[in-house]
């Protein structure tokens, strides 16, 4: 509606303003609209979405925040959703549909409390306290420490986050390359985080009770008991070193043809998209003897023929000179080529041109030269091999040479043929470590989808590895937290239980749409999930109250680990099944949701200014 003229406030606003419930409703709606573009498409048996843009270029994907990304949002509640799913495909890398489902759940559910009378203050007071029980219930007794599982969690992770992607059906294939990607990138984390750092063998052990930011109070839990009879080191705070995993160093290569599962995996080696600048050059490279390596030269510069610079006039008087300037300026350039040459490079990668006359003295000199390449790649390249990427040949004295530090060293470098084109592999390299994956796939909007699964897929491993701490997937933390929350709420006597009982309501979303997309009967299984969970409550209280037998413990945590089976439409105990996911998902997810619920349920007014008024 159109704000009125002012007369007896003395106030005009040239342009729109909505107040009160009208703003609210309608934010609320316009959040559900995005929240049900994306939610068919969450769990394993969810459906794909294909977006067409104004020029007709085809997306096919069920990745939710890639969804939101290619929508044009025009209203600013539905901007916050949207915005929401970018943070956690930064912050995490999966979980991103959910987030949406889950914050528009509670948009839902607040607007109709306060349609019902009651404030958005206290529903927000009330949304803020389900929110730090149910974290601080999580951390006490969902997450499960890595160490106690062995190695397999980390494929179970990985296969739970591409169940619902192209490559679920081949998950056993990409799960194993996904972790082995991550883990051949490991780097020790920072020496001076704390002063009293020595923790070499017992830094796995403190990443478990320590993951990131976000399990503070794990620490105060299982930390305490341990650390009068264990090493300094557990004594300390947070930040032992801790391994890195950077994603940035996989490098992901995209070639049309064959199936996926004849993708594959180079172990510290790295594949460039290019090939060689002429025939005459050797298609490998490799060392003489076994021990002997290979240096490559990175170069971010064009290799051609000398040329005066531009407003450089020579006057020549004997026209015999003319053939004397090309031959020096043929000359400078072979003394350029040959510093590169001397410096013991045997490959060279540029990422500009090389002419024929530069090309020629690299054939004389069996040297396998490639141009046109990446500079995003040689960088990673440069960092792999432990080189340099070089600018210029100019010193400091205004000569031109070629420092050997910054050649980068490998085993082997060789061509080979893969799809239509080309490939240069780099095997052994020396460096940081870098690694290097290969799809195949039969188009390009396939290949762009495996693509988008294996970068959520690295993004679970490395977070898990991070923070040695996962979460039972499918519902099971959802049903366990909405049991919790209605026995907390029971235990208020403020306003606010009747926002703590909605978000235990809300949170029941994530198993109902997972139980609709598989065509289940939701009702039926979210109530065999919720009686489990509430089962399994109860015996812990009791079984706490009589300091319970081990046998019970066990039962409980069974009955804790119970989740849906969405394949036969049954309830089953997810851990054995292995579908994990790690707990900053679900932690930062939960945060993220209620954030972004709480950001929108605080606005009552919106005005929007004409342009004239937006000066």
């Given amino acids: 509606m159109s704000a009125p003229r002012a007369d007896g406030t003395g106030l005009f606003i040239g342009g729109q303003r909505e107040t009160g419930q009208d703003v609210r409703t309608g934010n609320v709606t316009a959040a559900i609209a995005v929240a049900n573009i994306v939610k068919s498409s969450l769990g394993p048996v969810g459906l794909d979405k294909m977006l067409v843009d104004d020029i007709g270029d085809v997306l096919i994907t069920n990745d939710g925040a890639t969804i939101l990304a290619q929508l044009e949002v025009d209203h600013p509640a539905a901007r916050v959703l949207v915005d929401l799913a970018q943070l956690q495909d930064a912050e995490v890398g999966d979980g991103t549909t959910s987030v949406v489902i889950v914050a528009s759940e509670l948009l839902r559910r607040g607007n109709e409390m306060v349609k019902s009378g009651i404030h958005p203050t206290s529903i927000i007071s009330g949304y803020r306290l389900a929110l730090k029980e149910a974290v601080s219930y999580l951390k006490k007794n969902m997450v499960i420490k890595v160490s106690e599982l062995g190695d397999e969690h980390l494929i179970n992770a990985a296969k739970t986050s591409m169940s619902s992607k192209i490559i679920g059906q081949e998950s056993d294939f990409f799960a194993k390359m996904a972790v082995d990607a991550v883990k051949s990138v490991k780097m020790k984390g920072p020496p001076s985080s704390q002063p009293n750092t020595s923790g070499d063998t017992s830094s796995t052990a403190n990443t478990a009770t320590n993951p990131n930011t976000t399990t503070p109070s794990t620490t105060t839990d299982t930390n305490p008991s341990s650390t009068p009879s264990s090493s300094n080191n557990n004594a300390t705070p947070t930040t032992t070193k801790r391994n890195k995993y950077p994603l940035s160093a996989i490098h992901i290569l995209k070639a049309h043809g064959k199936s996926s599962t004849e993708s594959h995996f180079i172990a510290g080696g790295f594949a460039l998209n290019a090939m060689r600048a002429a025939q005459g050059m050797p298609t490998a490279i490799e060392g003489a003897s076994p021990g002997e390596t290979v240096k490559i030269a990175m170069l971010d510069m064009n290799l051609q023929r000398h040329r005066m610079a531009m407003g450089v006039q020579v006057i020549v008087k004997d026209p015999a000179e003319i053939e004397n300037i090309k031959k020096r300026e043929m000359d400078i350039t072979k003394e350029r080529i040959n510093k590169i040459i001397e410096s013991g490079a045997r490959v060279v990668l540029t990422t500009k041109g090389v002419d024929d006359l530069c090309m020629k003295y690299f054939v004389e000199a069996g040297i396998l030269c490639a141009r046109r390449c990446g500079k995003d790649d040689l ?179 069974a009955l804790s680990n119970i989740g849906l089976d969405l394949i036969e439409g049954k309830i089953r105990d997810n851990l054995a099944a292995g579908v994990v996911e790690p707990a900053i998902s679900k932690i930062k997810s939960l945060r993220f949701a209620t954030e972004a619920a709480i950001t929108i349920l605080r606005i009552d007014d919106r005005i929007t200014l004409t342009k004239g008024q937006q000066q």
Wanted: charge should be negative.
């Fill in 379 to 557: 960088k990673r390249l440069a960092k792999a091999t432990g080189g340099k990427v070089v600018v210029t040949m100019a010193d400091m004295e205004g000569n031109e040479t070629f420092d050997p530090e910054c050649l980068g060293i490998c085993t082997s470098v060789r061509e080979e043929r893969i799809g239509d084109g080309e490939m240069l592999y780099v095997h052994g390299c020396a460096g940081s470590g870098a690694s290097t994956i290969v799809l195949r796939g039969a188009n390009e909007y396939m290949l762009d989808e495996m693509d988008r699964a294996l970068h959520d897929s690295l993004c679970v491993v490395k977070r898990m590895l991070e923070s040695s701490t996962l979460v039972v997937g499918g519902g099971a933390v959802e049903a366990a937290l909405s049991v919790h929350l209605e026995k907390y709420a029971e235990t208020l006597d403020t306003r606010e239980q009747l926002a703590i009982q909605e978000f235990a309501d809300a949170l029941l979303v994530i198993p109902k749409t997972l139980a609709v997309n598989a065509a289940k009967d939701s009702s039926d299984l979210v109530a065999k999930l919720r009686a489990s969970h509430a089962k399994s409550q109860k015996k812990g209280q009791t079984a706490g109250a009589e300091d319970g037998k081990e046998s019970e413990d066990a039962g409980t945590q």
